[in-house]
């Protein structure tokens, strides 16, 4: 490829619905030049013909935070306002870019449209998404302000006792920038949003890709509201118990209770729903068919990252179709494998690796 055609080819790929006349204007060249080009671009494969539909395979754009994660571990019983004996691990972390992680490690074609700025901590998260296989190019950059940050103390069971988070740069995301990248979550098989983001982004999103399928991560329950009464726009949706009761408005004490919470999903217009329940595995379901699928019993290292593993795994089974079972057996293991490791995002994730953790649980 020449370098004007990597030029046309990169407008075409930021607007397929350029005319040939812009592309001339932008790069100062004739409009038949152009013409010369395009021929050329189709004839090596790069566009299909008219309306210069790209030749590319499927990808996920996922919505969301990007962040600095730091983790404290206790080695004992922990003691409220005492110093705790213990040790602590900064890695990347946000529940959007720890999605995209998983989804790149299992072989996903994954962008991420997050935000960040521009200290040493916006700059690791960069590279170190571009290292791993995550598409950031089309995140908002602000050079005058720094990466969000997460804060968490861990228990000696390895689950969250208390944490902090410090991410009011993804408020700058407003709904006209993500209109600016309108045609590269258009052209998504899947788009991934967890609530970190704005209401008003929130609602854009919904209104403008309803042909989508729009999978949500409510992250927690205080930022969860935003979506409350507008659930049903969602196609498919991971929540856990206390979220699930919170958005459901129903209380979730048994078995009855979770058929109850499930099916008000459903009638709000929700099609899948999946309600983890830790060691208890998840339930789940779709129109009226319920289930629930128990993990094994495992030594936990690490819970942050388990529900981001999980979410992975939920949209996997989403952007190749397979049904409700398949899906919630594959997170499953995708979650096992999260929790086997200190890293908020196994670097062993792997479709491998999950394989592997299926025959594990069938045996």
Request: glycine letters at 8%.
């Amino acid at each position: 490829m020449t370098g004007r055609e990597k030029e046309i080819l990169e407008l075409i790929k930021r607007n397929p619905l350029i005319s040939q006349k812009e592309i001339g204007e932008k790069l100062n060249i004739t409009r038949s030049s152009v013409g010369v080009h395009i021929t050329n671009l189709i004839k090596k494969g790069y566009i299909k013909g008219r309306g210069y539909v790209m030749n590319k395979s499927d990808y996920v754009t996922v919505i969301g935070a990007a962040n600095i994660d730091i983790h404290g571990f206790t080695e004992e019983k922990l003691i409220e306002r005492d110093s705790n004996p213990g040790h602590i691990k900064i890695c990347l972390g946000g529940v959007g870019r720890n999605i995209s992680e998983n989804l790149a490690r299992l072989g996903i074609d994954t962008k991420l449209i997050s935000a960040t700025g521009g200290d040493m901590n916006s700059k690791r998260l960069i590279d170190e998404c571009n290292q791993v296989g995550i598409d950031m190019e089309h995140s908002l950059i602000l050079p005058d302000q720094n990466a969000s940050i997460y804060l968490a103390i861990m228990d000696v069971k390895g689950d969250m006792s208390i944490a902090l988070s410090d991410m009011s740069i993804v408020d700058r995301m407003t709904p006209e920038f993500i209109k600016s990248k309108y045609h590269i979550i258009k052209n998504s098989e899947v788009i991934v949003v967890d609530t970190c983001l704005s209401r008003q982004v929130i609602e854009f999103i919904l209104n403008n890709f309803k042909d989508k399928k729009i999978l949500l991560d409510p992250v927690s329950i205080r930022k969860s509201r935003r979506v409350k009464d507008i659930i049903g726009g969602f196609h498919t949706i991971k929540l856990n118990k206390h979220e699930a009761e919170f958005l459901s408005d129903i209380k979730i004490e048994d078995a009855r209770g979770l058929k109850k919470a499930v099916d008000y999903f459903i009638d709000q217009g929700v099609k899948r729903v999946f309600i983890t329940l830790g060691e208890k595995g998840v339930y789940y379901g779709e129109g009226d068919y319920t289930n629930t699928y128990k993990a094994p019993k495992i030594s936990v290292v690490n819970a942050t990252g388990a529900g981001d593993a999980f979410m992975a795994g939920v949209v996997y089974g989403n952007l190749y179709d397979k049904g409700i079972d398949e899906i919630a057996k594959f997170s499953t293991a995708a979650a096992i494998l999260a929790l086997k490791h200190h890293e908020t995002v196994n670097p062993n994730m792997s479709i491998e690796s999950i394989n592997k953790i299926m025959e594990e649980i069938e045996c």
